[in-house]
C-alpha cells in the first residue's frame, strides 16, 4: 500500500454567493467554521442549488491520489444513513479502498460558500466524524503503508486525537513516513502547542499555507516561515496561493512558480497540491519536481467550481513528469 489515509468524510454543498451574503451569515471569509446542527439547519435554509459531493480535505487528496494511479485506503467514521451511502459510491468509482467505520450519527456535511474572488468559507458540521476512535484504525495496514497521511482537522475531538495518537505511534515506529497537512488556520488556533511538538519530533513532511505558516512560526513574511521551517522540521512545502509555493528541507528551498490560469474557485486546491506531494513523495522524485507536480495539478481544480476534477490527469501527469 502507499499511502494510508485518515480523514473526516463529509458530504460537501458548495454555493457562490457575494461578500454581503458572508457578512449576513456573521461568517469569517476564507476559513473553516465547525458548526451545530441548528447553525447547519439556518445555513441550509439560506442556499438555492448547492453543488453536492463526497468530501473532506483528506477525502479529497486521497481520491486525486488514487485517480493518479497510486494505491490509497480511506479511514474514517460516517453514518447509517444515505450520506453514507452517496460518500462511498463517489469515493469507490475512483480506485480507493475505503474503511469506513459506520456511527450513531448522522454523516458530516460541509456547506462552503465560495465569493467571487475565489475564496472559500466552510461550515463543517461533522457528525458521526467525532466518533471515530483508534479502534478503528488498521494498525496492519499502516505498517504496510508507505506513508501515513492525515490533516489538523482530526484534532477538533478527543476520539479523534487519541486515533491520531496511536496511528502515528505506529507509523513512527516502523519507519512509515509520516506527512502532515495543518489543513486551516483556524486549526491552528486550536492546537497551536500541539502542532508544533508533533511537527519537531513525529513529521516527516509537512503541507501548510502561508498563513498557517505564519501562526506556527511566528514570522511576518513567507521566505522568514520557510527558513524557520528548516530549522524546526525534516521537509514541507508551504502554499501562497496564486504566488506559488516553496519546497524545502533543511538543506535547501526551491521556490515553485504558479502556473497561471484563469481561476473559479479555490475549493480543494490544498487538496490536490497535497495529493500531488505525495505522488512525488512515493515516487521519490526531487524535490522540485514534487512542487512541480502538486503546482501542476492544484492548476487544473482551480479552473472549475468544487474540489474534484471531473477528468483524469493520470497520462497527462506522467506525460509531463516522467522519472
Not at 448522522?106 to 466552510?122: A, C, K, L, N
Given at each position: 500500500?502507499?499511502?494510508?489515509?485518515?480523514?473526516?468524510?463529509?458530504?460537501?454543498?458548495?454555493?457562490?454567493?457575494?461578500?454581503?451574503?458572508?457578512?449576513?451569515m456573521?461568517?469569517?471569509?476564507?476559513?473553516?467554521h465547525?458548526?451545530?446542527?441548528?447553525?447547519?439547519?439556518?445555513?441550509?435554509?439560506?442556499?438555492?442549488?448547492?453543488l453536492?459531493?463526497?468530501?473532506?480535505?483528506?477525502?479529497?487528496?486521497?481520491?486525486?491520489?488514487?485517480?493518479f494511479?497510486?494505491?490509497?485506503?480511506?479511514?474514517?467514521?460516517?453514518?447509517?444513513?444515505k450520506?453514507?451511502?452517496?460518500?462511498?459510491?463517489?469515493?469507490?468509482n475512483?480506485?480507493?479502498k475505503?474503511?469506513?467505520m459506520e456511527?450513531?450519527?448522522?454523516?458530516?456535511?460541509?456547506?462552503?460558500?465560495?465569493?467571487?474572488?475565489?475564496?472559500?468559507?466552510?461550515?463543517?458540521?461533522?457528525?458521526?466524524?467525532?466518533?471515530?476512535?483508534?479502534?478503528?484504525?488498521?494498525?496492519?495496514?499502516i505498517?504496510?503503508?508507505?506513508?501515513?497521511?492525515?490533516?489538523?482537522y482530526?484534532?477538533?475531538?478527543?476520539?479523534?486525537?487519541?486515533?491520531?495518537a496511536?496511528a502515528?505511534d505506529?507509523?513512527?515506529?516502523?519507519?512509515?513516513?509520516?506527512?502532515?497537512?495543518?489543513?486551516?488556520?483556524?486549526?491552528?488556533?486550536?492546537?497551536?502547542?500541539?502542532?508544533?511538538?508533533?511537527?519537531?519530533?513525529?513529521?516527516?513532511?509537512?503541507?501548510?499555507n502561508?498563513?498557517e505558516?505564519?501562526m506556527?512560526?511566528?514570522?511576518?513574511?513567507?521566505?522568514?516561515?520557510?527558513?524557520?521551517?528548516?530549522?524546526?522540521?525534516?521537509k514541507?512545502?508551504?502554499?501562497?496561493?496564486?504566488?506559488?509555493?516553496?519546497i524545502?528541507?533543511?538543506?535547501k528551498?526551491?521556490?515553485?512558480?504558479?502556473?497561471k490560469v484563469k481561476?473559479l474557485?479555490?475549493t480543494?486546491?490544498?487538496?490536490?497540491?497535497?495529493?500531488?506531494?505525495?505522488?512525488?513523495?512515493?515516487?521519490?522524485?526531487?524535490?522540485?519536481t514534487?512542487?512541480?507536480i502538486a503546482?501542476?495539478?492544484a492548476?487544473?481544480?482551480?479552473?472549475?467550481?468544487?474540489p474534484?476534477?471531473?477528468?483524469?490527469?493520470?497520462e497527462?501527469?506522467?506525460d509531463?513528469f516522467?522519472?
Amino acid at each position: 500500500m502507499d499511502v494510508y489515509c485518515i480523514g473526516n468524510p463529509l458530504i460537501d454543498m458548495i454555493e457562490l454567493v457575494n461578500d454581503d451574503f458572508i457578512r449576513k451569515m456573521e461568517l469569517s471569509k476564507g476559513t473553516m467554521h465547525l458548526i451545530d446542527e441548528n447553525r447547519r439547519t439556518l445555513l441550509m435554509n439560506n442556499i438555492s442549488e448547492p453543488l453536492i459531493s463526497p468530501g473532506g480535505s483528506c477525502a479529497n487528496t486521497a481520491m486525486h491520489l488514487a485517480d493518479f494511479g497510486s494505491k490509497v485506503i480511506y479511514s474514517g467514521a460516517v453514518g447509517r444513513d444515505k450520506l453514507a451511502k452517496n460518500f462511498a459510491n463517489g469515493m469507490i468509482n475512483k480506485g480507493l479502498k475505503l474503511e469506513l467505520m459506520e456511527k450513531n450519527l448522522p454523516t458530516g456535511t460541509s456547506i462552503i460558500f465560495v465569493t467571487p474572488d475565489t475564496e472559500r468559507t466552510q461550515n463543517t458540521y461533522l457528525g458521526a466524524c467525532q466518533l471515530y476512535d483508534e479502534n478503528d484504525i488498521n494498525m496492519k495496514q499502516i505498517k504496510q503503508s508507505k506513508l501515513l497521511y492525515f490533516t489538523g482537522y482530526m484534532w477538533d475531538t478527543k476520539k479523534q486525537k487519541e486515533a491520531l495518537a496511536s496511528a502515528i505511534d505506529i507509523a513512527y515506529d516502523n519507519k512509515v513516513k509520516i506527512v502532515f497537512d495543518v489543513a486551516d488556520p483556524f486549526a491552528v488556533n486550536r492546537s497551536k502547542n500541539h502542532f508544533l511538538k508533533l511537527i519537531k519530533n513525529k513529521v516527516d513532511f509537512l503541507l501548510a499555507n502561508f498563513e498557517e505558516a505564519r501562526m506556527l512560526s511566528n514570522k511576518t513574511n513567507i521566505v522568514d516561515c520557510v527558513d524557520w521551517f528548516q530549522n524546526n522540521s525534516e521537509k514541507g512545502a508551504i502554499k501562497n496561493g496564486k504566488n506559488g509555493s516553496f519546497i524545502f528541507d533543511q538543506e535547501k528551498k526551491i521556490e515553485i512558480d504558479p502556473i497561471k490560469v484563469k481561476a473559479l474557485d479555490s475549493t480543494g486546491a490544498g487538496d490536490i497540491y497535497a495529493s500531488g506531494i505525495l505522488f512525488g513523495l512515493i515516487k521519490e522524485y526531487d524535490l522540485k519536481t514534487t512542487g512541480n507536480i502538486a503546482s501542476y495539478v492544484a492548476s487544473h481544480v482551480v479552473k472549475q467550481l468544487g474540489p474534484r476534477l471531473n477528468y483524469s490527469l493520470r497520462e497527462e501527469l506522467f506525460d509531463h513528469f516522467k522519472n
